[in-house]
């Protein structure tokens, strides 16, 4: 029995890196092209990059300059670390609010919160667009208050469902003790909903770095690109794209999120479940 | 105590209600007026009626999209359950280098649609040179397309979700199981997947709603081509906005219809699922 289970144990070991190379391969793709000449990535997207094909870094030069990548890449940066701060910072204070503060107007708002979560951007994007102009918030910093807008009912509900869960006893010895609510929030309640703030930090990060409609209807796009605009922006008017430049953008975007991605992992994937199961 | 905090609702509640007022009813307010005007920005609206509605029905992408899109999601939401469930089984067998699987496969996760798009143009498009086509050649190729960059983008996320209601299974229910006589078979069936319920009822949820409101990953992989054939129903109300002037009413009535059909959708398999749940 013992030695019938090694041998399983092998097969599924030897199967399961096949899988995960196999996995890997489209990612592998897209650096081996990134070396070649135009005209070969679509012509023989399989082939090794031979002397007469290979270009060296002329790709990644081209595609930087087309797209403007370095500042698209900060701006998403800004974008998405400035929105997730206030995101926790305000939904988690409004969350504590509701939760501990029960009357009809805070019920109501419970309840728009959750219906906000089924309604597709696709209902609500010419009207955001529209107000967005308006109140000249088609800048980086008036986009982070559009994703505070539309992410907040995700994060109201995933906080209220924490702060439920909170016994009152804790912030009463707290308040009897002279803490004004501010004090007692940001002293007590705050620390207690550190892994609440992970979870939502992750759900949303994930969401606004490789968000690409919101930001392309809202941004003044002659003056501010995010990472999916830039590489949306080498698709030319024609359909035409220039596979070389591609293929360089690809990369450049696609390697900090996997360096990221085995950074965090631990809390990333531990996130994710816990988001799945309040979600 | 509920005194002392009510007297601080400016700064605890006040910015995320405006916000969320700016971001998200006002526009979907305005969203549903205007789903019943004729107009092309907001100070020109002109009330018409249902007439955008009807226009819907005798728009034959809508309809095409919505078939398109239905079909798509059933499809990607069987694929991806079924692999990802199976995967899970065979990665909590304590099997050597199971941490290494789980990162990579977890991985695409977390890349964007629109580079994701374009990674699998270049695969798929590379594929079918072989036999001289192209993605773009007809809406079948873009249908697996999207649903093989689906799997392999949604798999490992999935993954995730049933390991660990695979872990949370007590291990002496198993156990006893295992002393009754049962096979392996009739473990996975009878004990193992009755516990795993409320994942499955998140991962269907997930997949259901991240494959029928698809629209990054079908812009960059085929752009709806050839000739809108391969347009899911968001990239559909897209275009009919930016694409087609003078239907900017029929648009918003679209993204009405999208988001009743959305809504159905999510109190449905919610109903459905928590009364299974309560069975147990």
Same mark, same amino acid.
């Given at each position: 029995?013992?030695?019938?289970?090694?041998?399983? %144990?092998?097969?599924?070991?030897?199967?399961?890196?096949?899988?995960?190379?196999?996995?890997?391969?489209?990612?592998?793709?897209?650096?081996? %092209?990134?070396?070649?000449?135009?005209?070969?990535?679509?012509?023989?997207?399989?082939?090794?990059?031979?002397?007469?094909?290979?270009?060296?870094? =002329? %790709?990644?030069?081209?595609?930087?300059?087309?797209?403007?990548?370095?500042?698209?890449?900060?701006?998403?940066?800004?974008?998405?670390?400035?929105?997730?701060?206030?995101?926790?910072?305000?939904?988690s204070?409004?969350a504590?609010?509701?939760v501990?503060?029960?009357?009809?107007?805070?019920?109501?708002?419970?309840?728009?919160?959750?219906?906000?979560?089924?309604?597709?951007?696709?209902?609500?994007?010419?009207?955001?667009?529209?107000?967005?102009?308006?109140?000249?918030?088609?800048?980086?910093?008036?986009?982070?208050?559009?994703?505070?807008?539309?992410?907040?009912?995700?994060?109201?509900?995933m906080f209220t469902g924490f702060v439920k869960s909170i016994?009152?006893?804790? =912030?009463?010895?707290?308040?009897?003790?002279?803490?004004?609510?501010?004090?007692?929030?940001?002293?007590?309640?705050?620390?207690i909903m550190?892994p609440t703030c992970?979870t939502?930090?992750?759900?949303?990060?994930?969401?606004?770095? %490789?968000?690409?409609?919101?930001?392309?209807?809202?941004?003044?796009?002659?003056?501010?690109?995010?990472?999916?605009?830039?590489?949306?922006?080498?698709?030319?008017? @024609?359909?035409?794209?220039?596979?070389?430049?591609?293929?360089?953008?690809?990369?450049?975007?696609?390697?900090?999120?996997?360096?990221?991605?085995?950074?965090?992992?631990? @809390?990333?994937? =531990?996130?994710?479940?816990?988001?799945?199961?309040k979600? | 105590?509920?005194?002392?905090? #009510? /007297?601080?609702?400016?700064?605890?509640?006040?910015?995320?209600?405006?916000?969320?007022?700016?971001?998200?009813?006002?526009?979907?307010?305005?969203?549903?007026?205007?789903?019943?005007?004729?107009?092309?920005?907001?100070?020109?609206?002109?009330?018409?009626?249902?007439?955008?509605?009807? #226009?819907?029905?005798?728009?034959?992408?809508?309809?095409?999209?919505?078939?398109?899109?239905?079909?798509?999601?059933?499809?990607?939401?069987?694929?991806?359950?079924?692999?990802?469930?199976?995967?899970?089984?065979?990665?909590?067998? #304590?099997? #050597?280098?199971?941490?290494?699987? /789980?990162?990579?496969?977890?991985?695409?996760?977390?890349?964007?649609?629109?580079?994701?798009?374009?990674?699998?143009?270049?695969?798929?498009?590379? !594929?079918?040179?072989?036999? *001289?086509? $192209?993605?773009?050649?007809?809406?079948?190729?873009?249908?697996?397309?999207?649903?093989?960059?689906?799997?392999? &983008?949604?798999?490992?996320?999935?993954?995730?979700?049933?390991?660990?209601?695979?872990?949370?299974?007590?291990?002496?229910?198993? *156990?006893?199981?295992?002393?009754?006589?049962?096979?392996?078979?009739? !473990?996975?069936?009878?004990?193992?997947?009755?516990?795993?319920?409320?994942?499955?009822?998140?991962?269907?949820?997930?997949?259901?709603?991240?494959?029928?409101?698809?629209?990054?990953?079908?812009?960059?992989?085929?752009?709806?081509?050839?000739?809108?054939?391969?347009?899911?129903?968001?990239?559909?109300?897209?275009?009919?906005?930016?694409?087609?002037?003078?239907? *900017?009413?029929?648009? &918003?009535?679209?993204?009405?219809?999208?988001?009743?059909?959305?809504?159905?959708?999510?109190?449905?398999?919610?109903?459905? $699922? /928590? /009364?299974? *749940?309560?069975?147990?």
């Amino acid at each position: 029995m013992g030695k019938k289970n090694a041998a399983q %144990n092998m097969a599924m070991t030897i199967f399961f890196s096949l899988l995960s190379i196999l996995w890997l391969c489209p990612i592998a793709l897209v650096v081996l %092209n990134s070396f070649k000449k135009k005209a070969y990535i679509s012509r023989r997207p399989f082939a090794i990059p031979t002397d007469k094909m290979f270009v060296g870094l =002329e %790709n990644y030069i081209n595609g930087i300059e087309k797209t403007g990548f370095f500042e698209a890449f900060g701006w998403t940066l800004f974008i998405t670390i400035g929105s997730v701060f206030i995101i926790i910072l305000c939904t988690s204070m409004c969350a504590w609010y509701i939760v501990r503060v029960k009357n009809t107007f805070t019920s109501i708002f419970y309840y728009l919160c959750l219906f906000s979560m089924i309604v597709p951007f696709q209902m609500v994007m010419f009207p955001l667009s529209k107000i967005v102009n308006m109140l000249k918030l088609n800048t980086p910093w008036g986009l982070i208050i559009v994703y505070l807008g539309f992410g907040a009912g995700l994060s109201v509900f995933m906080f209220t469902g924490f702060v439920k869960s909170i016994p009152l006893e804790i =912030e009463e010895a707290a308040m009897i003790d002279g803490c004004t609510p501010i004090h007692t929030f940001f002293d007590v309640v705050l620390p207690i909903m550190k892994p609440t703030c992970v979870t939502v930090a992750i759900l949303q990060t994930m969401w606004i770095w %490789n968000d690409y409609l919101l930001p392309y209807l809202n941004l003044d796009m002659k003056r501010f690109k995010t990472v999916s605009i830039a590489i949306q922006y080498l698709r030319g008017g @024609y359909g035409s794209i220039d596979m070389g430049a591609m293929m360089g953008v690809l990369v450049l975007a696609i390697i900090p999120i996997i360096v990221f991605y085995l950074f965090c992992q631990k @809390y990333i994937i =531990e996130g994710v479940v816990a988001g799945a199961v309040k979600g | 105590m509920d005194k002392a905090i #009510k /007297r601080y609702f400016p700064i605890f509640v006040l910015p995320t209600l405006l916000a969320f007022t700016m971001g998200f009813i006002a526009p979907f307010l305005v969203g549903v007026w205007l789903s019943f005007c004729k107009f092309t920005t907001i100070n020109d609206a002109t009330f018409i009626g249902f007439s955008n509605y009807t #226009k819907i029905l005798t728009d034959g992408t809508f309809v095409h999209a919505l078939w398109y899109t239905s079909l798509f999601t059933i499809v990607s939401v069987i694929f991806i359950n079924f692999f990802a469930f199976a995967i899970a089984l065979l990665l909590t067998r #304590k099997i #050597k280098g199971t941490n290494l699987f /789980r990162t990579v496969f977890f991985m695409p996760n977390l890349i964007g649609g629109i580079i994701l798009g374009y990674v699998w143009s270049l695969l798929l498009n590379g !594929i079918l040179l072989q036999v *001289e086509r $192209t993605l773009t050649y007809s809406s079948v190729y873009g249908f697996w397309g999207l649903v093989i960059l689906m799997c392999w &983008q949604q798999i490992g996320y999935m993954m995730i979700i049933y390991i660990a209601g695979i872990q949370n299974v007590p291990g002496d229910l198993v *156990e006893a199981a295992k002393i009754d006589g049962a096979t392996n078979w009739q !473990i996975l069936k009878n004990v193992t997947l009755p516990m795993v319920m409320p994942s499955i009822t998140i991962c269907t949820f997930l997949t259901l709603t991240n494959s029928f409101k698809l629209f990054d990953q079908n812009l960059a992989l085929t752009n709806g081509e050839p000739s809108n054939m391969s347009e899911l129903l968001a990239l559909n109300i897209f275009s009919t906005f930016y694409g087609r002037a003078g239907w *900017e009413g029929v648009g &918003q009535a679209k993204a009405v219809v999208f988001f009743i059909l959305v809504g159905i959708i999510a109190v449905t398999q919610n109903v459905l $699922t /928590r /009364r299974k *749940e309560i069975e147990q």
